[in-house]
Every structure is written in C-alpha cells, then in structure tokens.
C-alpha cells in the first residue's frame, strides 16, 4: 500500500513541491458544482477555497466539518473543521483547519480568514495560512501561505469574483505555485444558480469549471458539474433545514476513480 500511496502522491499529482497542498474538495456544494466558487456566495465552508466567499445570514455564527477519503482509499483520509462569526453584519471572523493524509504522507493547514463587505455589493477576503508538511524519513517542512480574494455583486442576477492562492509564494522544498481565478455567476432563473470559472496555475493547461446549482424547495437542492483539467464530471445534493445544512458530492477521476463527500454545517 506505501508504494500505491507514493504513485499517486507522483504520478498523479506531478512532483512533490507542486502536488504538496494542491487543490482537494473540501465542501461537497461546490465540488458538486464543478469546483465553481468564485463567483458564488456560500457559508463558512466557502473560507477554504477563496477568502472573499460570503453569505449573509441571519445567523451569526457557523460551524463546518468534513471527512473523506480522496478516490475511496482509506490512507488518503481528509478531515476538516472550520468556525465563522460574523460581526455587524458584513464583517466575518473565520478560523479552518484541514488535516490529510497518514504517517507516510502529512498536510495541515491552519487558516485564518478575514472578510468584510463594503457597499453592500463589494466583498474583500483575505486568508492567512500556515501549511505543515510531514514525509517519512524525511525532514520536516513548513510555510506562510497568503490568498486574497473578491467579488462584485453587479445586480440581482450576476456576480463576478476572483482570487490568487499563496501569490506570496510560500517555500516548501520549491516555491508553491501561484494559482489565480476569475469567474462569474448568474440566477436569471429563479432558484436555479449558473457559475462559470476560470482556472490558471503555473505551469499548467488553462483549466476550466462549469457548474449549477437547482433550488428545488425552501431545503433540496440538487448540483452538477464538469471541470477541464482532468476532465472530470460531478453531482450532489443539499438538505437545508435550519439549524442544520447537510451536503453530499461525487465526482469523478479518469484514472483514480471516484471520490465521495459528506459535511455538516451548523449556524446560529
């Protein structure tokens, strides 16, 4: 199992300094939508994938938790835990914190997120990120990781969004690559949600993400997706009745098979 474990960490991902922290679904709403978030409004699950994801609520604080198991191998295991507090309407206190892997192979990720709307259709995030990482029989390593992010909300029907995670570039080994997006959402449908997002990391193909989102009632809600690079397809579903938010996602992989996720968020 440790030589499977180390041809997907490789092969799958590329060389080790860029596979370290790389993308991973964390909320299944938006792996669900294709991994569209840019543009989108969402909860406290959204602080993992840009800083500048908000949704107001009437309540004022929310918690988030995860787990998975990356393609359903059980050493690619991922638990995640995150808590918001929303202060005076429009400004957002969050902390994250995002554990995977095993003793061969260990990420952790602690996140601090600071958010604050302006004008009523201006939201601006920052996240701050120290990333751990653990190898067996090798040292090991640590880093600052900063994301910044944010959305314009131009009418009722379209918002557009964008972010660049670790644009410090952060070092661990090699200098993590600098990913960059920009997307745009629209409603012209009541209760159905359209995203569109653009995907650009060094040294990589362009990549592009398509997802949507159907209301179906006041607590289902249905998901589908499809990004470029791989090329991957995805679904899930949502039931929302307050205090209780509890989100499911499958997505698929050309080579390594599925992935499925479960969360559960809270907020009072």
């Not at 590329?14 to 543009?39: D, H, N, Q, V």
């Not at 499809?226 to 929302?240: D, F, H, N, V």
Request: charged content about 20%; glycine content about 10%.
């Amino acid at each position: 199992m440790k030589n499977i474990l180390w041809i997907i960490i490789f092969l799958s991902l590329g060389s080790l300094s860029f596979a370290a922290f790389e993308e991973k679904p964390i909320s299944p709403r938006i792996t669900g939508m294709g991994e569209t978030f840019s543009a989108i409004e969402g909860g406290i699950d959204g602080i993992f994938y840009s800083p500048a994801i908000f949704e107001a609520k009437e309540e004022k604080n929310e918690v988030f938790t995860s787990k998975t198991e990356l393609f359903g191998i059980s050493e690619l295991k991922q638990n995640l835990f995150a808590y918001g507090r929303t202060f005076f309407l429009n400004n957002r206190l969050g902390f994250g914190i995002q554990r995977f892997g095993n003793d061969i192979y260990y990420e952790e990720v602690k996140l601090l997120n600071l958010f604050r709307r302006f004008m009523d259709n201006l939201d601006i995030g920052i996240n701050v990120k120290e990333m751990n990482l653990k190898i067996e029989s090798l040292d090991k390593y640590s880093a600052i990781g900063i994301d910044g992010g944010f959305q314009v909300k131009l009418n009722e029907d379209f918002r557009i969004g964008s972010m660049a995670r670790n644009f410090n570039r952060p070092r661990i080994m090699d200098n993590l690559p600098v990913i960059y997006r920009i997307g745009i959402s629209c409603s012209i449908f009541e209760g159905i949600i359209f995203a569109f997002d653009w995907e650009k990391e060094e040294n990589f193909e362009d990549n592009f993400h398509l997802g949507q989102e159907i209301c179906l009632n006041s607590f289902l809600f249905l998901r589908s997706g499809y990004e470029t690079q791989p090329s991957r397809a995805a679904g899930g579903l949502g039931i929302k009745i307050k205090p209780v938010q509890i989100d499911y996602s499958i997505f698929s992989h050309p080579v390594l098979g599925n992935t499925q996720i479960f969360s559960l968020i809270m907020g009072w």
